[in-house]
Antibody, heavy 123, light 106 residues
Framework: QVQLQESGPGLVKPSETLSLTCAVSGYSISSGYYWGWIRQPPGKGLEWIGSIYHSGSTYYNPSLKSRVTISVDTSKNQFSLKLSSVTAADTAVYYC????????????????WGQGTMVTVSS | EIVMTQSPATLSVSPGERATLSCRAS??????LAWYQQKPGQAPRLLIY???TRATGIPARFSGSGSGTEFTLTISSLQSEDFAVYYCQQYNNWPTFGPGTKVDIK
């Protein structure tokens, strides 16, 4: 059974960098799929942040691209998110998820999700 | 950016009734469309991908249709566990989600 688990600080100060890790169990990241991050501000909808292929190639939401870095550590079977220069608008539940590979070779539907972790940006 | 819209925002349905949810894309996404169900305090759950393919373990009462810019999720006979928020997501371009439709008890 494939499981994903997010971890990281629940409170980040404005202007600092938010860092989260997603540990994957039951499946080897090296075997394929895209691995992505999605966030959801309290009471609002879902926003895709970015995705990484098992090979390490990435693509990001253009509105966040200048602040986002996603990386993969196949030796630990985990992938990570860094979001720099955070503001209160970055307060959200952050989910990691596994994505199908779409026909065009890009990130497709997200079939397995972590439980999510709440990150609050506040001084 | 491909903008996704969903209607209605809220759908009130009695248990056992049929629910029809709509999703529209601002430009064609072919069949690169997924539907998710989200309950309070839980992560989204994939229901449908490729516009009409049920994900593993999803009951047959959930069905998806459409292509291009117009899509529909149908729940043939609502069960108590189906009251939730439903999101559509396109992945023809970089992924974007609709604002959601809340299905509540009439």
């Amino acid at each position: 059974q494939v499981q994903l688990q997010e971890s990281g600080p629940g409170l980040v100060k404005p202007s600092e960098t938010l860092s989260l890790t997603c540990a994957v169990s039951g499946y080897s990241i090296s075997s394929g799929y895209y691995w992505g991050w999605i966030r959801q501000p309290p009471g609002k909808g879902l926003e895709w942040i970015g995705s990484i292929y098992h090979s390490g190639s990435t693509y990001y939401n253009p509105s966040l691209k200048s602040r986002v870095t996603i990386s993969v550590d196949t030796s630990k079977n985990q992938f990570s998110l860094k979001l720099s220069s955070v503001t209160a608008a970055d307060t959200a539940v952050y989910y990691c998820a596994r994505a199908h590979i779409a026909a065009a070779g890009t990130s497709g539907a997200f079939d397995i999700w972590g439980q999510g972790t709440m990150v609050t940006v506040s001084s | 950016e491909i903008v996704m819209t969903q209607s209605p925002a809220t759908l009130s349905v009695s248990p056992g009734e049929r629910a029809t949810l709509s999703c529209r894309a601002s430009q064609s996404v072919s069949s690169n469309l997924a539907w998710y169900q989200q309950k309070p305090g839980q992560a989204p759950r994939l229901l449908i991908y490729g516009a009409s393919t049920r994900a593993t373990g999803i009951p047959a009462r959930f069905s998806g249709s459409g292509s291009g810019t117009e899509f529909t999720l149908t729940i043939s006979s609502l069960q108590s566990e189906d009251f939730a928020v439903y999101y559509c997501q396109q992945y023809n371009n970089w992924p974007t989600f609709g604002p959601g439709t809340k299905v509540d008890i009439k």
